[in-house]
């Protein structure tokens, strides 16, 4: 893969896009790729929990403080390839979770808006040039908001990442029509919590799954990754790529990485 | 004698004369200020004109047409740019950029500046 910017994103919360963006990240440079992943979640950020046994604290810098003009990304970015034992390299970085930080990320000017952006699209440049990463992954928050639609836009492929609850669905619909279609965004559609893991689905099941969300989405449907009931009552204080590397969630994920990989 | 009244009458109306002529001189100089005001107050209004800018935040670029929209991506892609930099990172023709681009700035979402015989178009 040469140098990609990935966005995982959403309609609503909770369907599962942490997860997805933190361990696509980690099979990636298990597999020897050079990634790095930024919470642009600035309103619920989420990577600083999942990565805490990892990192050093205090944290110097935030991703925070890169949009708000005051470091660089490359001093923002935290490598915890040591950490996990990767054969690639993981550069995180954080987005601020204090209350204070988060309220200072709200209600900005238009203008900042504009210079937040720019921002954005920078990282590409240092990301790639500079630092010679494989792929960057946005971690963005769901909906449309300024983070997540910079995050969107200045991406080359987006992963929306969706349950079959009702209101995903429709919200995806609707975000794909005048959102996606509106900017000429390149997107994927990656199906998460799908049925209980209980339930053994055959192969046409599947396959008639995908079908019909294709012809719903109108767009390719990159995954199908059954609801297990271990990975949303696992701590999500570590990754679950460290805690249990053989699950069968990263499996699925690992082939979701392949087909990435070749958009 | 007559001549001496005529040089008397002759004297009185060169001061009209004079009177008519300050009339003139102060009646330009009114005129004069009122132009220089007139022309300051116009310059002032064309600079602020031209000054004038809207913010191309992506929420912004929902209501633009998506022929425009197409460009401030592409400059936010590429920071500074020709027209012919743009149609090549948009895959479109250059005067199609160059028209979007300068209607873009005309709008108050770009500006541009010149550099020889290249016209470069950023957002401020």
């Known amino acids: 893969m040469r140098e990609k910017i990935i966005a995982i994103h959403s309609s609503r919360g909770g ?54 003009d005051r470091c660089e990304i490359g001093q923002v970015l935290i490598d915890v390839s040591d950490k996990y034992s990767l054969d690639g390299k993981l550069l995180i970085g954080l987005a601020n979770p204090t209350i204070e930080a988060i309220r200072n990320m709200m209600g900005r000017s238009r203008a900042w808006e504009v210079a937040a952006a720019k921002k954005l699209f920078s990282v590409r440049t240092s990301i790639f040039n500079e630092m010679h990463m494989d792929c960057c992954i946005f971690d963005t928050s769901p909906g449309i908001q300024y983070s997540s639609i910079n995050g969107v836009v200045s991406s080359d492929v987006t992963v929306i990442v969706t349950t079959l609850d009702s209101l995903d669905i429709e919200g995806v619909k609707n975000m794909l029509v005048e959102f996606y279609d509106e900017f000429e965004k390149k997107s994927v559609i990656l199906m998460n919590k799908v049925f209980p893991q209980t339930r053994m689905w055959s192969d046409n099941e599947r396959n008639e799954l995908i079908t019909k969300m294709q012809r719903v989405f109108k767009r390719p449907i990159i995954g199908v990754i059954p609801c297990y009931c271990d990975v949303l009552e696992a701590n999500r204080d570590s990754p679950l790529i460290a805690e249990n590397p053989s699950h069968p969630f990263l499996k699925d994920l690992q082939e979701v990485g392949k087909k990435l990989e070749n958009i | 004698m007559d001549t001496k009244k005529l040089l008397v009458q002759l004297i009185g109306e060169v001061h009209m004369l004079n009177q008519k002529f300050d009339s003139v001189v102060e009646f330009g100089g009114k005129m004069l200020k009122t132009q ?77 500046r010149r550099e020889g015989r290249k016209v470069y178009f950023f957002i401020e």
């Open chain 1, 15 to 68: 369907t599962g896009k942490t997860t997805i963006a933190v361990n696509l990240a980690l099979t990636y440079a298990h597999e020897g790729l050079n990634i790095a992943l930024l919470d642009l979640d600035f309103r619920a950020p989420s990577l600083f929990g999942v990565f805490s046994e990892g990192i050093k604290k205090p944290v110097k810098c935030w991703l925070n403080d890169f949009m708000l």
């Open chain 2, 36 to 112: 220089e005001e007139f022309l300051q107050r116009t310059t002032k209004q064309k600079h602020t004109d031209e000054t004038f800018k809207l913010e191309p935040d992506m929420v912004t670029l929902f209501s633009l047409p998506s022929a425009l929209r197409k460009t401030v991506v592409a400059l936010y892609k590429l920071g500074e740019a020709t027209a012919e930099d743009l149609a090549r990172e948009t895959k479109r023709l250059r005067a199609v950029e160059s028209s979007a681009a300068n209607q873009l700035v005309r709008m108050g979402f770009l500006s541009k």
